[in-house]
């Protein structure tokens, strides 16, 4: 358990839990400083959508290369991964390290079956873009509708 809880709370099943996962993110967003051993891990923010066709897909990367990056589809899922590099002159001693950094891999469950042969993805100004295209049985089927009378 997190020593910044009081133990009281601690013990209580739902607030324990809440505080315990919660309290450290809200210090680290209000608190103008981080000690340079704890330097930011990077891991991109993601957008994803669906109509009738595909899934699509955003992820910022900036600073990232095509050869930084992984993508792969098996079995209904999706994987992004890779490694932000950081940028320090051999030799060169860190003072301050406030820019996001590491390896990284996020796993999104796909909506429905994609055809994992026909992917398409572009790595455009730090933004990567992914279009997942659905399998034909997933796709919506227009079913005709006769009167009778």
Do not use: C, Y
């Not at 398409?120 to 990567?128: D, F, N």
């Not at 873009?129 to 919506?140: C, G, W």
């Amino acid at each position: 358990m997190n020593s910044l809880i009081p133990t009281s709370w601690q013990r209580l099943p739902l607030f324990g839990d809440v505080f315990a996962a919660e309290l450290p993110s809200v210090f680290e967003s209000v608190l103008p400083f981080r000690p340079a051993s704890s330097a930011p891990v990077f891991v991109p923010a993601i957008d994803a959508w669906s109509d009738a066709d595909a899934l699509h897909l955003r992820a910022d990367v900036p600073g990232l290369q095509i050869e930084d990056l992984e993508l792969s589809v098996h079995e209904g899922f999706l994987t992004l991964s890779g490694e932000r590099k950081t940028e320090q002159a051999e030799g060169a001693a860190l003072n301050r390290s406030e820019r996001a950094h590491g390896r990284f891999e996020r796993v999104l469950e796909l909506p429905f079956e994609v055809d994992a042969s026909q992917v398409q993805a572009e790595l455009k100004q730090g933004v990567l873009s992914v279009r997942l295209p659905k399998v034909e049985a997933a796709k919506p089927q227009r079913i005709q509708v006769t009167a009778k009378n």
